[in-house]
């Protein structure tokens, strides 16, 4: 019997890697909560950890673009590799983005427990489309297609992480509804958890769903390995590690986003437009199709 470390190659220690950033994402999550939650748009989140959280989701998604490349061209033994980026990928694009959202946009004791049980229930349906997801990429392993059917998991953490944090920052960007005049309250009715409440927080919920059937869909979606549709996931891949570090780096452990006002607000801009680059992704027209006679 071979030991653990003979089956693994250095693709496999990469997929390891990943996964480490994706659990290190939901420790920041759980630093980002204290003790005052109900009301998260001042002292209740420590911001700069969801930003945290979310680049290491980020850097998990990188890593989990070369290890594929690196499998194929250097690692000879490749018993474990597939098992092994499943449950990375489980972990880092389905697990830790749904909980970073529900953290997010939870406003615990102060939304109504509709708004709540609403968002805990899309967290799921993030997390068991992207088991599906996963399940289905290992059944078609080994696919020369130039499409994915669905939406990729790390395709689709890369769309929830563009949208929250728009979403999150949107009341400074002088751009849509501010925290001040929404007219849509998910809180008690308390005066506070009105002022706490975007009016762009709603929109949260339809797009988990969406991300989550586009998972499961069988919509055809480009590889994005050349050609332009490459060059503007790159762009768009910039644009939102742009948003994270500039983030990061604007926001002190203590500070609350609202108060940080310009010094924060062009990462706001940069998460909108990673979110233009992901919709266009979507909705562009997706590729023929290709049959098994056919494939490359």
């Not at 420590?46 to 673009?65: H, N, P, Q």
């Not at 406003?107 to 599906?132: D, Q, V």
């Not at 992480?161 to 849509?184: H, R, V, Y």
């Not at 709603?202 to 390995?225: N, Y």
Request: proline share 5%; aromatic share 12%.
């Amino acid at each position: 019997m071979k030991s653990t470390f003979k089956l693994t190659g250095l693709a496999d220690y990469i997929t390891l890697t990943n996964a480490m950033f994706g659990t290190m994402s939901i420790f920041f999550l759980i630093l980002a909560v204290d003790d005052t939650l109900s009301n998260p748009y001042s002292e209740g989140l420590a911001t700069k950890y969801i930003w945290a959280s979310m680049l290491c989701i980020f850097i998990s998604a990188v890593g989990d673009i070369i290890d594929g490349p690196i499998a194929r061209r250097y690692s000879k033994r490749k018993l474990l590799g597939g098992s092994l980026d499943i449950m990375s990928d489980c972990l880092s694009f389905c697990v830790a983005p749904a909980l970073m959202i529900f953290i997010m946009f939870g406003r615990w004791g102060e939304a109504t427990p509709l708004w709540t049980l609403s968002l805990g229930i899309l967290g799921f349906w993030i997390i068991s489309t992207g088991m599906l997801r996963l399940a289905r990429f290992q059944y078609e392993d080994g696919s020369d297609l130039p499409y994915f059917h669905g939406l990729s998991s790390p395709g689709n953490a890369m769309i929830l992480m563009s949208t929250a944090g728009f979403i999150w920052l949107q009341p400074l960007l002088d751009f849509g509804p501010n925290l001040k005049d929404a007219e849509i309250c998910v809180g008690e009715g308390v005066d506070y958890a009105c002022h706490a409440t975007p009016g762009l927080d709603l929109l949260i919920l339809p797009i988990m769903f969406i991300s989550g059937a586009l998972m499961i869909s069988d919509r055809r979606l480009s590889k994005l390995k050349h050609g332009f549709d490459m060059k503007l996931s790159i762009i768009q891949m910039i644009c939102l590690l742009v948003a994270i570090v500039w983030a990061l780096i604007r926001t002190g452990v203590s500070d609350v986003s609202l108060e940080l006002g310009g010094d924060i607000a062009p990462a706001g801009w940069f998460f909108f437009a990673s979110c233009l680059f992901a919709i266009y992704y979507v909705v562009k027209p997706q590729p023929p199709a290709v049959s098994k006679g056919e494939e490359a």
